[in-house]
């Protein structure tokens, strides 16, 4: 049996044009076999502002909090970057304009290494863990971007009662389930409709609230949880 961790950032609080103001939520998993929802998990509030490169730090550390909460046997990592599948612990500066990759995502990986290489290290040395840029690829990394969703969702109920009114964007091609006692989001993806991430909640968080979901208007395959007072 092959435990896999992996973690996502994402959800985000919207303006009144529906763009994106600050990433809302880092989600660390654990899943195993069939891979259709996590057997572990963490998240954490980080509000970050949507271009922020660091937000991949957060992941790593989010991970490294999993695994030292958990105590797991964890046989690899799923990092969200799209590199081949490689082992990013081993990835060098010099290494990087040999990838067969497109241009952008090279300049994107020389910017982001130095940052970022300590933290791949340490996953490697300390925790016996490859850390593998497997990227969107991932379905493991999907189950986080799910969990990514429900937090996201949490984040807009708990903070309704000061802000009245509050949109809150789903990571792409997400829906939301939500019961009195917890919200659920699943895939939208073709041959992805098994794949879901529940989370318990408060009922108190739902009273007086009103929920609507629908398409984000400028972001096709987006979709948009709005929040409001009754």
């Known amino acids: 049996m092959v435990l896999i961790i992996s973690a996502d950032s994402g959800s985000a ?17 654990i899943s195993e076999p069939p891979y259709r929802r996590p057997s572990s998990g963490l998240y954490k509030i980080i509000e970050r502002e949507p271009q922020d490169m660091t937000i991949i730090k957060e992941e790593l550390e989010c991970i490294m909090k999993l695994l030292d909460k ?19 612990s081993e990835l060098r500066i010099e290494d990087i304009d040999t990838l067969d990759m497109p ?5 994107y990986l020389r910017n982001l290494l130095p940052q970022i290489s300590p933290l791949l290290k340490r996953l490697k040395e300390e925790y016996g ?3 593998i840029g497997i990227g969107k690829e991932s379905v493991v990394v999907r189950l986080a971007e799910l969990g990514v969703a429900t937090y996201g969702v949490l984040y807009g109920l708990e903070r309704i009662k000061r802000l009245k009114h509050i949109r809150i964007g789903l990571p792409k091609a997400v829906t ?8 659920r989001a699943k895939s939208l993806l073709p041959g992805e409709h098994d794949l879901e991430y529940e989370i318990k909640i408060d009922p108190s968080l739902l009273k ?23």
Do not use: C, W
């Not at 609080?13 to 998993?29: E, H, M, N, Q, W």
């Not at 958990?70 to 990013?88: P, Q």
């Open 70 to 88: 958990t105590r797991r046997s964890v046989d690899v990592a799923h990092i969200d970057i799209s590199a081949g599948a490689m082992d990013l």
């Open 176 to 183: 939301i389930q939500i019961t009195d006692r917890s919200i």
């Open 208 to 230: 007086n609230v009103e929920l609507s979901e629908y398409p984000n208007p400028i972001a096709r395959g987006f979709r948009v949880v709005e929040i409001r007072t009754q």
């Open 13 to 29: 609080l919207l303006d009144g044009s529906y763009r994106p103001v600050k990433v809302l939520v880092t989600v660390a998993i």
């Open 103 to 107: 241009r952008h995502v090279r300049t």
């Open 129 to 131: 863990i490859s850390p």
